[in-house]
């Protein structure tokens, strides 16, 4: 692989793509297509060296431009999505546009261009929850929110190409991803700048106990690597971090890290549909040869840390717009 778009390589986990790929083969040029939504951010791949990292500001879901971008790319990684859950309650149309069409259009491109490697970044969410166990590639899918589902949709989509075109799709569904440059909408780092500003913890009433699977962001970017260069075309493989806590657990560590009281902690009404626990089966993708490399108590020390030291990045972005939608989605909860 010489030449990877990488799409929606300005958001978090996109950006830690960009930089590994970067940073491990030396002979990869990288287009990254991004729109830079309130979630893109050009900051995050500041380093990035010019003469392997071409940035073009595009829509996936205007095939046109997309087209003209992914011309004469090997690959293709989608990491573009609307992602927050939140915000898909408060209005899911851009994330259908976004992650139904703009998926539709990248495996129509795809096709076209006879492109040899297609990677659909999706999520374990689109498995739904689930009490006891945990889910294996082959179990139904069962979103249970509009962002959730619009992935799903994205999914199915792409691997409708494998089998009816013979489009090389592989996909993957990775677990709750945290670390450095994660828009601060995300539990953990809207936590973490709250608590560094004494400002509440809105933490979702009802759902203190709900279990999520931490997985390290640069653990999640070299799986997709792994299913990238290692997977089968058609298949789909689970990247879990094995880091199952409740929320609560996650709240009061972040708050011991930067050194606050349980009084930071506001308990709010609950989101509607919360999914309860999430869980899933990395054993296929370990077949590959990957692993969750990173420690749990050491990944969230270093991100809060990182935090902690780079003020720069997130103060302002929780200006803006942040603000007008922290109103809109905490103001009366
Ligand atoms: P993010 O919100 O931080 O970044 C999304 C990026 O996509 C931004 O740079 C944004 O500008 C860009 N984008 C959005 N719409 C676009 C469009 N129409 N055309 C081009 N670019 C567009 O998201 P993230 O947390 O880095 O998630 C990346 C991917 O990983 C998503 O597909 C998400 O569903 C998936 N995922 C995320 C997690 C997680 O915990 N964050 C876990 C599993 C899977
Ligand atoms: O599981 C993978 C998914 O993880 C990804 O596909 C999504 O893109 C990503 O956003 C994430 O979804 P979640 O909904 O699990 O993440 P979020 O950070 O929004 O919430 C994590 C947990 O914290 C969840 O149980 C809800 C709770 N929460 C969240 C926020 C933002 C709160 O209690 N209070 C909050 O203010």
Same mark, same amino acid.
């Given at each position: 692989?010489?030449? %990877?778009?990488?799409?929606?390589?300005?958001?978090?986990? /996109?950006?830690?793509?960009?930089?590994?790929? &970067?940073?491990?083969? $030396?002979?990869?040029?990288?287009?990254?297509?991004?729109?830079?939504?309130?979630?893109?951010?050009?900051?995050?791949?500041?380093?990035?060296?010019?003469?392997?990292? %071409?940035?073009?500001?595009?829509? %996936?879901?205007?095939?046109?431009?997309?087209?003209?971008?992914?011309?004469?790319?090997?690959?293709?990684?989608?990491?573009?999505?609307?992602?927050?859950?939140?915000?898909?309650?408060?209005?899911?149309?851009?994330?259908?546009?976004?992650?139904?069409?703009?998926?539709?259009?990248?495996?129509?491109?795809?096709?076209?261009?006879?492109?040899?490697?297609?990677? *659909?970044?999706?999520?374990?969410?689109?498995?739904?929850?689930?009490?006891?166990?945990?889910?294996?590639?082959?179990?139904?899918?069962?979103?249970?929110? $509009?962002?959730?589902?619009?992935?799903?949709?994205?999914?199915?989509?792409?691997?409708?190409?494998?089998?009816?075109?013979?489009? $090389?799709?592989?996909?993957?569904? /990775?677990?709750?991803?945290?670390?450095?440059?994660?828009?601060?909408?995300?539990?953990?780092?809207?936590?973490?700048?709250?608590? &560094?500003?004494?400002?509440?913890?809105? *933490?979702?009433?009802?759902?203190?106990?709900?279990?999520?699977?931490?997985?390290?962001?640069?653990?999640?970017?070299?799986?997709?690597?792994?299913?990238?260069?290692?997977?089968?075309?058609?298949?789909?493989?689970?990247?879990?971090?094995?880091?199952?806590?409740?929320?609560?657990?996650?709240?009061?560590?972040?708050?011991? *890290?930067?050194?606050?009281?349980?009084? &930071? %902690?506001?308990?709010?009404?609950?989101?509607?549909?919360?999914?309860?626990?999430?869980?899933?089966?990395?054993?296929?993708?370990? /077949?590959?040869?990957?692993?969750?490399?990173?420690?749990?108590?050491?990944?969230?020390?270093?991100?809060?840390?990182?935090?902690?030291?780079?003020?720069?990045?997130?103060?302002?972005?929780?200006?803006?717009?942040?603000?007008?939608?922290?109103?809109?989605?905490?103001?009366?909860?």
């Amino acid at each position: 692989m010489k030449r %990877i778009m990488v799409t929606g390589g300005a958001g978090f986990i /996109g950006s830690a793509f960009v930089r590994y790929q &970067l940073r491990a083969y $030396p002979d990869v040029h990288i287009v990254n297509f991004d729109k830079l939504t309130y979630a893109g951010n050009l900051d995050n791949v500041r380093e990035a060296d010019p003469a392997r990292h %071409i940035f073009v500001r595009g829509d %996936i879901a205007d095939f046109d431009a997309l087209y003209t971008a992914l011309n004469g790319c090997d690959a293709v990684v989608n990491f573009a999505a609307e992602s927050h859950v939140d915000r898909s309650i408060l209005g899911a149309s851009e994330f259908l546009d976004t992650n139904v069409r703009g998926v539709y259009n990248i495996v129509e491109a795809a096709r076209r261009l006879e492109v040899q490697h297609v990677l *659909l970044v999706s999520t374990d969410e689109v498995y739904g929850s689930i009490s006891e166990g945990s889910f294996k590639e082959t179990d139904r899918l069962n979103p249970r929110n $509009p962002y959730s589902a619009a992935k799903a949709g994205g999914e199915l989509v792409g691997m409708s190409y494998y089998h009816t075109f013979n489009v $090389p799709v592989v996909v993957t569904r /990775g677990s709750n991803t945290y670390g450095p440059y994660q828009y601060p909408e995300k539990v953990l780092p809207l936590f973490v700048t709250n608590a &560094l500003d004494n400002e509440p913890l809105p *933490l979702y009433k009802g759902g203190e106990r709900n279990v999520r699977d931490w997985l390290y962001v640069d653990d999640h970017a070299r799986g997709i690597d792994v299913a990238l260069r290692r997977g089968t075309p058609g298949e789909v493989y689970n990247i879990a971090g094995g880091n199952e806590r409740e929320n609560i657990t996650l709240t009061r560590k972040i708050l011991a *890290l930067t050194g606050k009281d349980e009084s &930071l %902690i506001k308990l709010v009404a609950d989101r509607p549909g919360h999914d309860r626990r999430y869980s899933i089966d990395a054993g296929k993708l370990r /077949g590959l040869g990957w692993r969750s490399e990173m420690d749990w108590d050491q990944g969230v020390t270093e991100t809060v840390h990182w935090y902690q030291e780079n003020e720069w990045w997130w103060r302002k972005i929780k200006s803006g717009e942040f603000r007008e939608y922290y109103q809109r989605q905490y103001g009366n909860r």
